[in-house]
Nanobody, 120 residues
Framework: QVQLVESGGGLVQAGGSLRLSCAAS????????MGWYRQAPGKQRELVAG???????NYAGSVKGRFTISRDNTKNTAYLQMNSLKPEDTAVYYC??????????????WGQGTQVTVSS
């Protein structure tokens, strides 16, 4: 019943910008934390940025100052604004959200991923 859909990935030159969107839909009671993760070839999936339901944010050191995570609770959507992109940012980016479908418990949901490729 719950689905996360990412959009906004693509090919960009170094120094360019992209904005990723993650829209949650379905039978949602509440959304707690949301976050963006990425996985590059040969590497483990890593947290890029996270945001709480109240808007508190945290970032990986490698993207701090360049990326900004935000959310619009009226739209059940999270965003990742990526500026000054580097080839090292090339990865599949995944949206994650902790969502309650009832009053009882939370579950983690993942989007399908969107490819971001930064050329030199």
């Amino acid at each position: 019943q719950v689905q996360l859909v990412e959009s906004g990935g693509g090919l960009v030159q170094a120094g360019g910008s992209l904005r990723l969107s993650c829209a949650a839909s379905g039978s949602i009671f509440s959304i707690n934390d949301m976050g963006w993760y990425r996985q590059a070839p040969g590497k483990q999936r890593e947290l890029v940025a996270g945001i709480t339901s109240g808007g508190r944010t945290n970032y990986a050191g490698s993207v701090k100052g360049r990326f900004t995570i935000s959310r619009d609770n009226t739209k059940n959507t999270a965003y990742l604004q990526m500026n000054s992109l580097k080839p090292e940012d090339t990865a599949v980016y995944y949206c994650n959200a902790r969502i309650a479908t009832s009053r009882n418990g939370l579950n983690d949901y993942w989007g399908q991923g969107t490819q971001v490729t930064v050329s030199s």
